[in-house]
RNA sequence: GCCGGGAUGGCGGAAUCGGUAGACGCAGCGGAUUCAAAAUCCGCCGCUGGUAACAGUGUGGGGGUUCGAGUCCCCCUCCCGGCACCA
């Protein structure tokens, strides 16, 4: 054995034996249980960051401790391959997307192997692939033919210097990324998967799942947002004509508070007041500017103007006024909203700005109830008092509605109507209910269920991605391609420059034959969302070699997928989808399960510091933080020496060049001490903020490590302990080995929190370190000790534990280490005594002690006698094994 | 703005079911070893007062429940993630 610990050596050694003899292929032929262990892929970005390490090394985690303990363990890998970066490197450095995609892919992979990570490598696969996004284009067509995917007019950002759409994260400030030119919001047409229609699978689906975090879950659940409500019409008359002007409500009960509406500024309604109102076209021409993304229509100063035209209540039969409000989406619900500014702090804001009436409809039931009293005399059958007259006028007078400033608790559902004809007193369920019958009654409306969940639209006017399988025929349609024609094959060799797709400029991919009539047609040169092919790798790596069909019987021979691992800022959108795409595979009779993860590990995301530059026209540049140089407290660039703006701890991401190099790390210490670190340095769920200490602790531990199995190796290897006397150092030593191996074992199964496992281990290696004796047991204690801790780290670092476990046990195969009982067995625990609840002092007691000896120990120890002070305690708690505390 | 999280020593974090706050590691300090340094080993290490024993105080801020609260409840502040075209 080496004295010393050369991890690049171990490393290599291990890692070639893993290949040669192919450690970690999957079998389907095996009888052993299955665990399918899926992290998340990455996106080729170029190199691996130490998001990905941690993501992969948490999964490696899992795979590893679940072979050790007997599973048949699949754990593949591959690429998020199409997207936005290929086409920014493209336009930067004048490379295909392609060939910087393969690039990345061949360079990345070749750092994952450096990992020592127990992949099935022979399961690779990426998206931007023919085989794999065939089969996409083709469920593609089955969806279109049965009217899951359809076509509608959607809203883009649109920038009309580059003559391009951009992607939100490209919209800054309402303004182009790289033109600066203002933003416009742009209808067309798009396809869309009727996500809608599963809405409320999706949704109990989420019971079915105790194996996900519930955050996640519940951020699910409300994005799918299911509510009752009413949708019903306001009356109007157009040229003679009646018309209905229709919104949905969640709060019917406060449709007697309307005092105006608000229609979006696409709404037909709108752009018919607007033919002979110059100043309100103007207004719907500013409304169109500025991005689509929701984060910025719900943060923008709201703005509206009247249209002049009035609808009629329709219970009341008033007058309201019509306003275009820019804050009312177009793409939600009907586009046109009632307003209650007494009870929606919304149209309570709007309201206040343009001097709209506000008028009350609810009150809390204490105040109803109050004022009641008041009136009557009596609180129940009891006369009032002059002083409960006195309190109630008082409660009435604190608590008056105020239309000058927003109060929370306006918006309850918990009060009741008022103010509101033969609806008042009726509380929130009985006057929707009542409201709705009503409204009914009339033909102008009924209760609904709505979600908030809107349909997914998946083009893009994008070059790098799945191209979108139709056919677009003068006479036919919208006709997708036969299935013997697909794949619809990318073609790889060009180069966008940032103004619209060049697809469209590519002859020969455009025209095509109508496969119905055979006449001359155009192919559509829109691409899919790349969430699409991220909605259903996870099944492909089952059988990515089947060229018969998307998938085949292996399918559900893995899934589901026993674990997934991946960052929560996927907790909403790629679950989702990834949710959806496996029902409609198993609509499609492709797999035979409902959900698609049995259990969901959310990792929290690693963080960095980040640095920037801005230019005259508020244009950012990013810089590194390995190329940004940091001293008393000022950042300066390490290339120009000139200073950097520090911006705040984010996620590390492309956008913000913040992302670590893990590579230097493994270079410097080997992997394990890189997969150490990380699984250390915080608990998986948890955010990581990176910093470079801490990494040298870490390599110090496998050192530690190395050095107490050589020491111990010097007079040869002796068998484990396995009976007989011993000493009381090494029972305790023992008793502290199988307990952490209950801990370990707990940790990575049922908590799956790393860096108490790692410190539980490393406390035993602590005490090892203290065991003195070179006598034949103390020798055999020595080498269970050492065995065991090899075992128990080896998920986390698997080779310097292999080649440590190889040297103690030459020729066996590792087994994680079973809990010896009788090493468990305790004679006296300490329990904690406390007087008022502060810690006073500590007494030993038998374990087998009942609680009237316990507290008849406790009261006689000294340190609890000094506060007694000779009088008789008020109360005694016990708390068997952990204390005493005693109230005086 | 809306939805979901988070906040514990100088730092990363531990405390699993309401029961010893600060495990483990980093940094720091002291010592051993060394010609010297690195590495290694041993010890100390929340804050305040005290030579010490010890006492007080302490888990973002304010209130509450409890014999007992980092943990449960209410309110607030700040930070992070998502918001449908970043992945």
Redesign the pocket.
Known sequence: MQEKYLPSEIEHAAQARWTASQAYRASEASDRPKYYCLSMFP?PSGKLHMGHVRNYTIGDVLARYHALRGFNVMQPMGW?A????AENAAIANNVPPAAWTYANIDHMRTQLQALGLAIDWSRELATCKPDYYRWEQWLFTRLFEKGVIYKKM?T??WDPVDQT??????VIEGRGWRSGALVEKRD?P?YFFRITQYADELLSGLDTLPGWP??VK??QS??I?KSVGVRFAFPYQHDGKDEQLWVFTTRADTIMGVTFCAVAAEHPLAARAAESNSALAAFIAECKQGS????DM??MEKKGMDTGLTVTHPLTGEAIPVWIGNYVLMSYGDGAVMAVPAHD?RDFGFAQKYGLPIKQVIDHVAIVDARKALATGKNGDQPLTSEDIEKLKNFLSTNKYSTDRWH?GYDTKLGICINSGKYDSLDYTAAVDAIAADLAALNLGEKKTQF???D???????YWGCPIPIIHCDACGDVPVPAEQLPVVLPEDVVPDGSGNPLNKRADFVNCACPKCGAPARRETDTM???VE?SWYYARYACPDFDGGMLDARANKWLPVDQYIG????????LLYARFFHKLMRDEGLVSSNEPFVNLLTQG?V?ADTYYREDASGKKTWFNPADVELRDGVATCKTDGAPVIVG????M???KNNGVDPQALIDLYGADTARLFTM????PE????W?D??V???H??L??LW?AGYEHLQAGAVAAYTGGELSEATKTLRRQLHQTIQ?VS??IE??K?F??A??AV??LM?AL??LEGDDATTRSVRQEVLEAAAALLAPMVPHVAEALYAELRPGAVMIWPPVDATALVQDEI?L?L?V?????G?IRVAVSADKASIEAAALASESVQKYLEGQPPK?V?V?PG??V?I?V
């Not at 199409?82 to 970066?85: A, S, V």
Request: hydrophobic share 35%.
């Open positions: 996106y998020d199409f997207g936005l970066p959607a883009v950002n759409v951009l992607a939100n994260e490209q067309i798009m519930e955050r519940t951020m409300n994005w947002g689509v993304a929701e984060a719900a943060t702090e929370d908030r969940l809107r997914w639209g998946i083009s893009r006017q994008r969302d790349t969430f991220s960052g929560i800022e996927h907790a909403i959108l790629h995301m963080i705040g701890t984010e996620k991401s492309k956008s250390f340095a915080a608990p948890q955010s990581l903020e910093s200490a801490g040298e602790g870490a110090r531990f050192r530690r050095k801990k707990d940790d049922r908590r929190q860096n108490t790692i410190a490393m406390e602590n370190a203290k300490e904690m406390q008022n609840g502060k810690l006073r500590q109360k708690v708390v952990r204390l505390n109230v």
